[in-house]
């Protein structure tokens, strides 16, 4: 499976971005999608996850109630819709798949394909 992750860039603070998340096959709805970053110093974490039927997400505290994950899978695609974006949201953003269990979703070392990674930049 290969994911290509698109839509970052330079916003303000309090602004919208939407990332998107291909993947290469459409058997992609058979993982769970997750939403990973990593700001310039600091270890990757969790963002926010979303079960294979797209019926379960996750989201981590620091994003609950301004960021969304949702599926399209006729489209092989995943999004994360980021709203009222803050500068300590600045970070690489990475989508990832993983086969592991639902219980594991908050683990990095659960995905075992990453996308390139896209940069998002929140300034003050």
């Known amino acids: 499976v290969q994911l290509q992750a698109s839509g970052g860039g330079l916003v303000q603070a309090g602004d919208s971005l939407r990332l998107s998340c291909s993947a290469s096959v459409r058997t992609y709805n058979n993982y769970v999608m997750g939403w990973f970053r990593q700001a310039p110093g600091k270890e990757r974490e969790f963002v926010a996850c979303?079960?294979?039927?797209?019926?379960?997400?996750d989201h981590d505290d620091s994003v609950k109630g301004r960021f969304t994950i949702s599926r399209d899978n006729a489209k092989n695609t995943v999004y994360l819709q980021m709203n009222s974006l803050k500068p300590e949201d600045t970070a690489v953003y990475f989508c990832a798949a993983s086969r592991s269990i639902w219980g594991m979703r908050r683990a990095d070392t659960a995905y075992i394909y990453w996308g390139q990674g896209t940069l998002v930049t929140v300034s003050s």
């Open positions: 979303m079960r294979r039927n797209g019926g379960s997400t």
